[in-house]
């Protein structure tokens, strides 16, 4: 029935939405439009109308918005189970507004008019990676920050750090050669790091010698290339990540051996 179409109702609703009235409704007769968001999560819902009247609605979350250029700070310190969040800002705005949570299913939303910029969060929990944000509006009602909210600052924070769960999956050895061997890994995944995770361990050991060597690898590494191996030595791999509150369990490879000769191909 697409020919009997009039046009199209976009409804543009902020996440969390704490406003009494309804999302804001654009009457469109394109099949596209442009939208001017901040940093918050936002859902949009499309419907068409005809004669007839209007269809269902089409959901669609927008994506998540990531970005380095942002204008100011978000400081955040522990008292407790809650948090004391403080930012400088660039100019006087009308009124912040605040928003936290551990994902799109799990933000709170608070409106900040004072021009002190500081704001207390409660009820944290420990071991959950919460996202802050911080945005600027200079319309202070609730229903048009669609339109005129910028984002300041955007941080991360967990009340209570604690250590991965889980080691890095899929350890897998290549390239073994008699003196060297490329380690590669997964990272852990964010869930389960329980904290920010700070990097990883890799310990080699020589199952003949009971020898063991350890390497220490920032957070961004996914692979190592092991050196100085004996040829003609069966060696294993041991994994861990690590956060402040230390390290967790390891993840061990299949152990692999080192040639006298040339290079051992990977076995499917």
């Known amino acids: 029935q697409s ?12 996440i969390p939405n704490n406003c009494s009235n309804s999302p804001n409704r654009i009457f469109l007769k394109d099949r596209k439009i442009l939208l001017n968001l901040s940093m918050a999560y936002f859902r949009v819902n499309i419907s068409a109308y005809n004669e007839a009247g209007e269809s269902p609605q089409a959901i669609y979350l927008v994506p998540e918005f990531f970005a380095t250029d942002l204008p100011g700070q978000i400081h955040v310190k522990r008292q407790g189970s809650n948090a004391g969040v403080t930012w400088t800002p660039e100019y006087n705005p009308k009124c912040f507004v605040v928003d936290w949570g551990t994902g799109k299913g799990d ?40 339109r005129h909210e910028k984002t300041f600052g955007v941080t991360h924070f967990y009340s ?3 250590v991965p769960r889980t080691g890095p999956t899929n350890v897998t050895i290549l390239n073994i050669t008699k003196h060297s061997a490329l380690v590669k890994w997964n990272k852990i995944a964010a869930e389960d790091c329980l904290g920010f995770l700070q990097g990883y361990r890799i310990s080699y050991t020589d199952l003949s010698t009971k020898k063991t060597l350890a390497v220490t690898l920032n957070s961004s590494t996914t692979s190592y290339h092991l050196t100085g191996l004996k040829e003609k030595t069966i060696y294993r791999v041991q994994i861990s990540g690590f956060t402040d509150a230390g390290e967790g369990p390891l993840t061990l490879s299949q152990p692999f051996s080192t040639p006298k000769y040339g290079i051992v191909k990977p076995q499917c």
Do not use: W
């Open 3 to 14: 020919k009997h179409i009039l046009g199209y109702f976009v409804n543009v609703e902020r």
């Open 107 to 146: 933000m709170h939303m608070k409106i900040v008019t004072t021009a002190t910029g500081n704001f207390t969060l409660e009820n944290f929990k420990p071991y959950k990676l919460y996202k802050i944000m911080v945005h600027a509006s200079d319309v202070c009602q609730c229903e048009n920050f669609i």
């Open 160 to 162: 209570v750090e604690g």
